[in-house]
């Protein structure tokens, strides 16, 4: 069972699932994981918006499906520099 105060450890049972079964409903996701359907449903579309997930709907339900994306390359990599504005 998963807990929403640890998303890394939801990502990895939702991962999980997803490739033993291909596709998952988020019904099927929240019986999986254990997590409440409308934190879920929030993190699923965050996935969905970084391309790790994509998302099917069904006439009944919205069924999700793994993309083959890695999540280092998911978010661009942003430098900052700082710049003192004193000088």
Do not use: H, I, Q
């Amino acid at each position: 069972m998963a807990n929403t105060e640890d998303p890394k450890n939801v990502l990895e049972e939702v991962r999980r699932l997803l490739s033993e079964n291909g596709m998952a409903s988020l019904s099927e996701l929240e019986r999986y994981t254990g997590v409440s359907r409308n934190w879920l449903s929030g993190f699923m579309a965050a996935l969905e918006a970084l391309g790790v997930v994509s998302c099917k709907g069904l006439s009944r339900s919205t069924c999700f499906r793994k993309e083959e994306v890695s999540l280092e390359n998911a978010l661009p990599r942003r430098e900052f520099s700082w710049v003192d504005e004193r000088t």
